[in-house]
Every structure is written in C-alpha cells, then in structure tokens.
C-alpha cells in the first residue's frame, strides 16, 4: 500500500519539526511526555492523573511518569485539591506554555512552503 501524496507531507513535516527540536536546546520530550502537556495545555481542565490517563489511553503509572521529568523541566505543576486533599490537579506553568508556544511557532515554519520561508523570515 502506498501512501497518499498528504500522508508523505504531514510525516515529512512531522520529521522536520522533529529534527529542528532534537537540535534545538530544549529538552527532548518523549511522545508520551508531549501528549500530555499538550492534554494540559489545550484541554479544558481540571486535569488529575486519572482523567489524564483515560484521554490518553494509558496507565496511570505511564502519566506519573510523564509528570515527573515534566514537573522537573518546571513544564507543570501538581496541587492538592483543596477540597479533597486526596485529589492532585496537573496545571500549566509559563515555562510549559512557552515551551509549546515555540513549538507551534516551529510548526507553522516548517509546515509553510519551501518558496515562501525566506519572505516570513525577512519579515520576522
């Protein structure tokens, strides 16, 4: 089965914005790790390990996981629900928000034509 002409540009894209992140000097987030910021940051909240867990379709361990390097990068944060303190809340941090930000902005880059990069980047 040979893949359509879109198929072999969003894997290109996506291998494009792969390599411009391995040799960026941000920190090289698993897939796992990605999925759930981006879950943090563009799902309506409020997000616990569990919830994340379920939209994600992995185990709970598998998100603990996720969140410690990410609480580590200061990506996220973890808060006891003050409610019920048996609850802990996952949340954005700027340095999470920022770190994505740019990664949009990568790619949108690199998902603009070969022929119109130079134009955006006189204009930057």
């Known amino acids: ?42 799902q309506p909240g409020p997000h616990t390990v569990r919830g994340l867990a379920a939209a994600l379709n992995v185990g709970k361990p598998a998100i603990t996981r996720a969140l410690d390097t990410l609480g580590r990068l200061g990506f996220v944060q973890r808060r006891r629900d003050p409610k019920d303190g ?14 994505l930000e740019q990664l949009g902005q990568t790619i949108v880059g690199d998902a603009t034509p070969a022929a119109a990069r130079p134009l955006l980047q006189a204009v930057s």
Do not use: Y
């Not at 411009?20 to 000097?25: E, K």
């Open 1 to 42: 089965m040979e893949l359509g002409q879109t198929h072999v540009e969003a894997l290109d894209l996506w291998r494009r914005v792969t390599v411009t992140t391995v040799r960026s000097d941000a920190p090289d987030l698993t897939a796992r790790q990605l999925a759930v910021l981006m879950t943090v940051r563009l």
């Open 86 to 99: 048996r609850n802990v809340f996952v949340e954005r941090t700027e340095k999470g928000d920022a770190f």
